[in-house]
């Protein structure tokens, strides 16, 4: 059974197999969402995209915006009108929303509002491993922490139900292994909610939906402390915290979300069961203090557990002073659990083991399956697609720097598939020094291209930083993707042609929001439910902003690409090249692209590896020459326009 025909089947008891973005997306379905809107970011994607899918078939509106903060704004939109809303994001992008979502906690919400933030322990697919529990800490709203896939579900689908009772949003945090891991989960009812949206701005609170109206902020923050009491009276009858307290044990566990799972695995595996008191936390802000409290003063030591930065544990420490002031309080704080990257069940096994006094019995069996499955699994880093038309536009930047890029370039990288460019996989051992001028390092292969590379719109504002620094040792230049563009730099370009900043800003449109998943976006064409819409060009909005040297070109024609990118280095102020091609992905699904097929002449080939420095994984060297694996290739013809002898040609 297909996952959109399951998402929306109103069986409830049934039991069905889903990811843990999935269930969150059912857990809003259940709950009646009306309106539900996202960008996309792995490793949260998923959650609107099971909900597109089921928008059509339920009359609700699911989109994906331009960015997270529109994604935010449209939801509370809704949500001020009394219907149900959801929006989903990764851990960085609930960053884009924190201006708005710290305002509009400041009078609250009508209908119920959910945030859903999958955070990335261990950065997997981020550029950091922030913990958005602390943000819903910040802003004085409930964060729900599922442990397992049916919590997923079950507490999107409360969620609603707690929003509308405080009339403050509620976030639901997830991290990778719940979001992108499957598990088995029991349908509740599809609520039949079909609210009429209305407005009131005097509803309950006078200027209700304007901060700045009477009484003003400082009321307006001080109901929202009003707020807190309930929420922690609420937060004591949920099932998902739960006290296990049996005769006088010494030792404690406080362990919260995922944390909780792993934590339950390593009692057992130890052997602890009827000897620890287990506390299961599913609200991590605000903790149930009753419940905190009175494991704190039953026993002699605790340990806490939970995925990301110590808020549980920071919380407990303070409860301790007054519950348990000799009490022993152990986690990330004290060194037992590490803090940073990922916890699992051995790493709390150990710490566990460690305070209970217990020597863990090593499991030989599996520590030798490892090993034999390890000799069976190629290391290997991530690559660009064989045919990725970012690799000609890397290596079309490659060649324009080393003619006209003056001394030290500097490339500033954004997020995307192209992100790559900065990974430095195929990257020689570098051993850094504190220098006092400006260094050039050879670029051997597109993963060394990029410099710089942060957040998503930041290399276009990092390149004007640079220029009004006064930046002379070299060319800037600032790479960006076609969503990315959408999403975070068309203030940043209207910011270089207001302040006259000089650099080049090339944008690599492939048509779609690729490294996520292939989403479409405005410049797509379609919607999030696949229907038409407006296509927006990348140029039209460029000149609209008044950029005045624009060029577009297609990155699999390596010398035009080339050339264009060396007039815009020359060029006298802000220039930009768009380097357009859809997703060789997308194109060969569509079957809109039919590769040709590649082969080599090993008597013309010189082993001078060019074809290997451009860094396609479809292109082999092997004995002294080089090849092209025909599994791989896609047959694009860009190897054949590097290769300097002609070795590489277009076979029958």
């Known amino acids: 059974m297909r996952i959109e025909d399951i998402i929306v089947e109103d069986s409830p008891g049934k039991r069905v197999l889903l990811m843990g973005n999935e269930a969150i997306a059912r857990g809003a379905i259940e709950a009646g969402v009306g309106v539900a809107a996202s960008y996309p970011g792995t490793p949260a994607s998923e959650i609107l995209e099971t909900l597109a899918l089921a928008a059509p078939k339920l009359g609700f509106h699911a989109e994906w915006s331009t960015n997270e903060k529109v994604a935010f704004e449209v939801a509370a939109g809704a949500a001020l009108t009394g219907v149900r809303a959801l929006t989903s994001m990764k851990n960085a992008g609930l960053n884009w929303v924190m201006d708005m979502f710290m305002t509009l906690v400041y009078g609250g919400v009508r209908g119920g509002f959910v945030i859903a933030v999958a955070d990335d322990p261990s950065a997997h697919y981020s550029s950091n491993e922030q913990d958005t529990r602390f943000a819903a800490f910040y802003g004085e709203i409930p964060c729900l922490e599922p442990a397992d896939q049916q919590e997923a579900k079950d507490m999107t689908r409360y969620a609603f139900e707690l929003s509308e009772q405080l009339e403050l949003p509620v976030m639901v945090r997830s991290v990778t292994r719940v979001s992108h891991a499957s598990g088995d989960v029991e349908l509740g009812p599809i609520a039949k909610i079909k609210r009429r949206p209305v407005f009131d701005k005097h509803w309950k609170l006078p200027y209700r939906w304007n901060v700045y109206g009477p009484p003003g902020p400082v009321e307006k923050h001080r109901w929202l402390h009003s707020r807190q009491p309930m929420a922690k009276k609420v937060v004591e009858k949920l099932p998902w915290n739960r006290l296990e307290l049996r005769g006088k044990p010494k030792l404690g566990i406080i362990a919260s979300g995922i944390g909780a799972s792993y934590a339950r695995e390593a009692v057992r595996r130890l052997g602890l069961n009827k000897k620890v008191a287990f506390l299961k936390i599913g609200t991590p802000t605000p903790l149930p203090e009753r419940m905190v409290s009175r494991l704190l003063r039953a026993v002699k030591t605790v340990i806490v557990v939970e995925e990301g930065d110590p808020l549980v544990e920071l919380q407990v420490r303070g409860l301790a002073r007054d519950a348990s002031p000799k009490l022993r309080v152990i986690g ?97 051992e570098v051993k850094p020094k504190d220098t006092a001028e400006s260094v050039r390092y050879a670029i051997e292969s597109p993963y060394e291209t990029l410099d710089t590379n942060y957040i998503m719109g930041g290399g276009i504002g990092l390149l004007q930083g640079e220029f009004h620094a006064g930046y002379t040792d070299g060319a800037i230049v600032a790479v960006a993707g076609d969503s990315t563009f959408f999403h975070a730099c068309i203030p940043a370009v ?69 050339a264009a990118i060396e007039e815009a280095l020359k060029f006298g102020g802000f220039a930009m090249v768009i380097a ?11 079957k809109k692209f039919i590769g040709k097929r590649m082969v080599v002449d090993p008597n013309k080939c010189t082993g001078c590896r060019l074809c290997v420095s451009f860094g396609c994984p479809g292109v082999l060297f092997k004995d002294g020459k080089g090849g092209i694996d025909p599994l791989i290739c896609n047959g694009c013809g860009m190897c054949a326009q590097v290769c300097p002898t002609g070795a590489i040609s277009v076979g029958e």
């Open 494 to 562: 209207i910011n270089a042609v207001y302040n006259k900043a000089k650099g080049v800003f090339l944008v690599l449109d492939n048509s779609w929001t690729a490294m996520t998943g292939h989403q479409p976006h405005p410049g797509t064409g379609l919607t999030a439910t696949g229907e038409p819409a407006k296509q927006l060009l990348i140029e039209d909005i460029a000149r609209a902003c008044g950029v005045e040297f624009l060029k577009v070109v297609d990155p699999f024609d390596l010398a035009a690409t080339t």
């Open 580 to 590: 357009r091609r859809v997703c060789t992905l997308q194109a060969l699904r569509q």
């Open 332 to 428: 990330k704080m004290s060194g037992h659990l590490p803090q940073v990257g990922e916890i699992n069940t051995d790493i709390v096994l150990r710490a566990l083991a460690k305070v209970a006094g217990i020597r863990p019995r090593e499991d030989r069996a599996r520590e030798r399956a490892r090993a034999e499955v390890s000799k069976l699994v190629a290391p290997r880093s991530s690559t660009l697609c064989a045919g990725c038309p970012h690799l000609g536009s890397y290596w079309a930047l490659k060649q324009a720097l080393r003619k006209v890029g003056g001394k030290v370039p500097i490339i500033n990288g954004d997020i995307g598939c192209y992100e790559q460019g900065g990974y430095g996989i195929f990257a020689k």
